[in-house]
């Protein structure tokens, strides 16, 4: 990718592909993006996702859930804005150290797209911001399901 704005541009239209993913139950339009090597990472799994096939069937068992369900999330491009947003406290854990309650902040380019899904279930409302990386090339290297307390954003033009 030649530039930043260039690379912005190219992760848009691939959530876009990856909202059609969730809004439809079909992800086969956002599989090409995936580097073999992707990692899926979620903050409420120990372990990562490694390796393009493992996040096919992942989403695709998601997809068929989904569609089975009926219960289809509502999907929402944003923008991150600023590029530190503080996080009081948040529980840290350095060095194998014992965890302590910190601020923290959490650095992240201004401007850069993302996904915002809200689901309910059981009368629950839940959310989480999905934030795509990129190698050079504009292929997906990592998928960060994350808290959308986590970030300051605001709804992108569509």
């Known amino acids: 990718m030649e530039n930043r704005t260039k690379k912005n541009d190219r992760l848009r239209l691939i959530l876009g592909d990856l909202r059609k993913g969730y809004e439809t139950g079909d992800f086969s339009d956002f599989f090409p993006h995936l580097r073999e090597d992707c990692r899926y990472v979620s903050m409420w799994v ?78 629950q409302t839940n959310s989480i911001i999905i934030d795509l990386r990129l190698d050079d090339d504009g292929a997906v290297t990592e998928i960060n399901i994350c808290m959308p307390e986590l970030f300051a954003y605001r709804a992108a033009e569509e």
């Not at 372990?47 to 068929?64: A, C, D, F, Q, S």
């Open 46 to 123: 120990l372990e990562p996702m490694t390796g393009r096939g493992n996040i096919v069937r992942h989403l695709t068992g998601k997809g068929r859930a989904i569609r089975d369900s009926g219960n289809f999330p509502v999907c929402t491009l944003v923008q991150l804005e600023g590029n530190l947003h503080p996080v009081e406290n948040g529980l840290v854990s350095a060095g194998g150290r014992p965890a302590r309650r910190a601020r923290v902040g959490l650095w992240y380019p201004d401007g850069k797209y993302c996904l915002l899904l809200k689901q309910t279930i059981d009368g």
